[in-house]
């Protein structure tokens, strides 16, 4: 089914959205979290999790790339699970959750100016990799936010590992260079 048909379906708040969702990207999105997560059980609830959330966010926005937006879903839902894992390492994960209550009423400039600096990065990283060529650009992609394997990389691409390896170094000292040029090092 094309994309265009499946978010039609999601607009028209047919079940059968998620479906014919799942029947199209559900290889890819677990790929996606599977990277970030390394567990299939963890990786299996994200897959669930984008299905909610593209349901819950589709009758207010339309996606151009239906696979982008996807991936995004299952990327953020993943790196999500991953953090609040960790955090119950640290203590079943009360502290943080009460300092981050806590924050909400010690809003300050220093978190005004954190968030101002991140967005920055933010652009400056989207113009670096806006200006690579496309075969960077996805090695790029792939590794740093899909989080993918160099492994895989090269075998989806037809190269190998040495090569990606290789991309990724040089790839990565022109960024630290912009960076450092921009004064974030």
């Not at 963890?42 to 239906?66: K, Y």
């Not at 924050?103 to 954190?114: I, T, V, W």
Request: charged share 35%; proline share 2%.
């Amino acid at each position: 089914m094309e994309d265009s048909a499946i978010v039609d379906l999601y607009w028209q708040r047919s079940e059968r959205a998620i479906s014919e969702t799942a029947k199209k990207y559900g290889a890819y999105c677990h790929r996606v979290a599977f990277n970030v997560l390394g567990s299939e059980q963890d990786a299996e609830e994200c897959v669930n999790d984008t299905w909610l959330g593209a349901w819950n966010a589709m009758p207010d926005e339309r996606p151009r790339i239906l696979s982008a937006f996807l991936g995004c879903l299952t990327r953020n839902a993943a790196i999500g699970r991953y953090r609040e894992k960790h955090r119950q390492k640290r203590g079943g994960g009360e502290t943080a959750l009460a300092l981050d209550e806590l924050s909400e009423c010690l809003a300050n400039e220093k978190d005004l100016e954190e968030e101002l600096q991140r967005r920055e990065l933010e652009r400056l990283i989207r113009d670096f990799t806006a200006g690579l060529k496309e075969t960077e650009k996805l090695v790029f992609t792939a590794r740093y936010y899909y989080l993918c394997p160099v492994a895989e990389i090269a075998a989806r691409l037809g190269m190998n590992e040495s090569k990606v390896k290789s991309m990724l170094y040089r790839v990565r000292g022109r960024l630290r260079t912009r960076l450092e040029k921009e004064g974030y090092r």
